[in-house]
């Protein structure tokens, strides 16, 4: 089936941008006290628990809410830097928020008054929206080490969707208006960096998360490239001759920490994107190309409803019971994704809280 132009940029418009949201306008969901803790209380915002200060904020109120992992420029939070001069990311000072723990509670992320819009405030007043631009707030992405930044060709071609995952914290609303025998898939989230192999009218190329790269001499060493040519994708994927990407984590020695400790470097494919319909296969097409290809999937953990692979309501602790498990070598894995399977364009991460608290970067 062929989409018409005007009916492929509909459909990007529909897509979910995950993670460029960093910043959104919400109500508070709930304040919850600390126990024992006089000044601080918890806010809870649908997934998400944020500590405050006591009496600033309570059920009900529209407030901006910054997730983790967002770059939060000073300007709008100076007592991000108190006691040291503030970090720099891409030209801006500020501070990068984690998951933290504050009288044993977790914390993840900021709230702000909605103030911090200053007097344009009654512009952003619907549920969600995306402030992040306005507050100059993007999301902190760690720089790419020498050996995996390479000589790029283009910046990421624009007939591939790229990789991301909205989190489950985000998704609950959504989830609770979805059917309840609605199955997914489960698979293991890996802890590397995103790699993206295509064929597209007869071209190949490699693609790290933002990147096109090389494939020439220019890139020898370069881990993404590298693997391109020792799995041999170019002719495999000409040999198959479909205009699909194939997006998975390259994990292992040197690569984001290397969480599993593990000595060599590995490619497991979580998506194949099919690039005439701009969407992702189903995941049976999927294992299928994957098989064809002499390729290795993530590790799947089960297929089903939320319910036969243990989420047994939509309570976020329910998903994150789900998550806090091991990895492959390690006792603590990043995390899981869970794919729809009659919907392969709604998915979710949900990450393991242990592994955010012990520094590990997603
Ligand atoms: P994050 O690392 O937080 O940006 O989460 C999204 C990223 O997770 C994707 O861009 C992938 O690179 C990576 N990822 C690792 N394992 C999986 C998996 N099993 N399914 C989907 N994405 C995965
Ligand atoms: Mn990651």
Redesign the pocket.
């Known amino acids: 089936m062929e989409f018409s132009k005007e009916e492929i940029e509909a459909i990007i418009a529909d897509m979910p941008t995950p993670?460029r949201k960093m910043a959104t306008v919400r109500w508070v969901d709930e304040i919850r006290p600390i126990e024992g803790a006089d000044a601080i209380e918890l806010v809870i915002l649908g997934g998400w628990q944020v500590v405050v200060k006591k009496g600033e904020f309570f059920a009900g109120l529209p407030c901006v809410y910054l997730e983790i992992?967002s770059w939060v420029p000073t300007e709008i939070a100076p007592f991000l830097s108190k006691g040291h001069e503030p970090r720099e990311y891409e030209g801006v000072k500020g501070e990068r928020l984690k998951t933290i723990r504050l009288r044993k509670q977790l914390s993840q992320g900021l709230v702000l008054p909605l103030s911090v819009l200053g007097d344009k405030w009654d512009e952003f007043f619907t549920e969600g929206q995306d402030v992040s631009e306005i507050l100059g707030v993007v999301k902190y992405e760690k720089p790419l080490p020498a050996n995996m930044r390479g000589n790029a060709r283009r910046y990421f071609p624009n007939f591939i969707q790229?990789?991301?995952?909205e989190r489950v914290q985000n998704r609950l609303r959504t989830l609770e208006a979805r059917e309840d025998d609605e199955e997914y898939e489960l698979?293991?989230?890996?802890?590397?960096?995103?790699?993206t192999f295509y064929h597209y009218n007869g071209d190949t190329g490699v693609c790290s998360?933002n990147l096109e790269l090389k494939t020439d001499e220019s890139n020898v060493g370069n881990v993404f490239v590298d693997k391109f040519h020792e799995l041999g994708i170019s002719d495999k994927l000409k040999a198959l001759g479909r205009n699909i990407a194939i997006?998975g984590?390259l994990w292992g020695t040197g690569i984001n920490g290397n969480w599993e400790k593990v000595d060599g470097i590995y490619f497991?494919v979580?998506?194949v994107f099919d690039c005439d319909r701009y969407c992702y296969l189903r995941a049976d097409e999927r294992y299928a190309i994957v098989n064809a290809l002499g390729l290795a999937h993530?590790?799947i953990l089960g297929s089903g409803t939320l319910a036969s692979l243990g989420v047994g309501d939509l309570r976020i602790e329910s998903f994150l019971a789900v998550a806090d498990r091991p990895s492959i070598f390690n006792k603590i894995a990043?995390g899981?994704?869970f794919?729809s399977l009659k919907d392969p364009n709604f998915?979710f991460?949900v990450?393991n809280n242990r592994f955010l608290e012990k520094g590990g970067d997603?």
């Not at 698979?187 to 790699?195: A, N, Y």
Request: net charge negative; proline share 3%.
């Open positions: 993670s992992d790229k990789t991301d995952q698979t293991l989230k890996l802890d590397g960096s995103s790699t998360r997006q984590e497991h979580f998506d993530a590790p990043e899981v994704v794919k998915t991460k990450i997603e």
